[in-house]
């Protein structure tokens, strides 16, 4: 099964929209039976929305292929952007000129990205500079909750996923809704660590590249 193929099971109609609105698209008008139609200059594609349909995944292809026609991209390209569009990304990145480094070194890597995400969790829940060993159950259960995504090309980058649930269905009247209420994701706990984590790592760079 190719990365387009898999891609057809986890994307959703809100991820598409959400990535077409993010990258200039807009809704034309009324949706078309089981379709939605977005256009960007000289340039339409069509949204299936039911996700139950048979032809489901080759429309997703075809929403894909169209994609990267337009931006005269790789389709895989397309896939991988849209494989997270509906979860938080925070990429860490360790620089290192080596080709490979031993397995002993990836396995702290993998360790400091749980203690970052644990650590992130502890000040969504207190905020302070320090925790110490305080680290509450919910901190924990955070580092369990989140993943690590598909590696990409560069120095040494873990992807940490945190998935932020099903987006609230656009109903579609007039002009185009949006597509998440602001209010409820303030108030989600996996939503306000991904910020922290977005913060603290804005700072280091700040700290140790700019300055």
């Given at each position: 099964?190719?990365?387009?193929?898999?891609?057809?099971?986890?994307?959703?109609?809100?991820?598409?929209?959400?990535?077409?609105?993010?990258?200039?698209?807009?809704?034309?008008?009324?949706?078309?039976?089981?379709?939605?139609?977005?256009?960007r200059d000289?340039?339409?594609?069509?949204?299936?929305?039911?996700?139950?349909?048979?032809d489901y995944?080759?429309?997703?292809?075809?929403?894909?292929?169209?994609?990267?026609?337009?931006?005269?991209?790789?389709?895989?390209?397309?896939?991988?952007?849209?494989?997270?569009?509906?979860?938080?990304?925070?990429?860490?990145?360790?620089?290192?000129?080596?080709?490979?480094?031993?397995?002993?070194?990836?396995?702290?890597?993998?360790?400091?990205?749980?203690?970052?995400?644990?650590?992130?969790?502890?000040?969504?829940?207190?905020?302070?500079?320090?925790?110490?060993?305080?680290?509450?159950?919910?901190?924990?259960?955070?580092?369990?909750?989140?993943?690590?995504?598909?590696?990409?090309?560069?120095?040494?980058?873990?992807?940490?996923?945190?998935?932020?649930?099903?987006?609230?269905?656009?109903?579609?009247?007039?002009?185009?809704?949006?597509?998440?209420?602001?209010?409820?994701?303030?108030?989600?706990?996996?939503?306000?660590?991904?910020?922290?984590?977005?913060?603290?790592?804005?700072?280091?760079?700040?700290?140790?590249?700019?300055?």
């Amino acid at each position: 099964m190719t990365n387009i193929d898999a891609l057809a099971s986890e994307v959703t109609p809100a991820g598409l929209r959400a990535y077409l609105k993010a990258n200039s698209w807009h809704f034309e008008g009324k949706p078309l039976p089981r379709m939605e139609l977005w256009a960007r200059d000289s340039w339409e594609v069509l949204i299936p929305l039911n996700r139950q349909a048979s032809d489901y995944p080759r429309r997703i292809r075809n929403f894909i292929e169209d994609i990267a026609g337009e931006r005269g991209s790789r389709a895989e390209e397309i896939a991988t952007e849209l494989r997270y569009i509906e979860d938080d990304v925070i990429d860490l990145e360790f620089d290192d000129d080596r080709s490979r480094i031993p397995l002993s070194e990836a396995a702290k890597l993998m360790e400091g990205a749980r203690s970052f995400a644990v650590a992130n969790a502890c000040s969504a829940m207190h905020r302070r500079s320090y925790h110490g060993r305080s680290q509450p159950r919910r901190a924990r259960e955070y580092a369990d909750f989140v993943g690590m995504g598909h590696t990409r090309e560069g120095s040494f980058i873990i992807p940490i996923v945190s998935p932020i649930g099903v987006m609230k269905p656009v109903i579609i009247e007039g002009d185009q809704e949006p597509l998440i209420d602001v209010q409820s994701e303030i108030n989600y706990f996996p939503r306000r660590v991904t910020g922290i984590m977005a913060d603290v790592l804005r700072e280091i760079h700040e700290l140790a590249v700019v300055r």
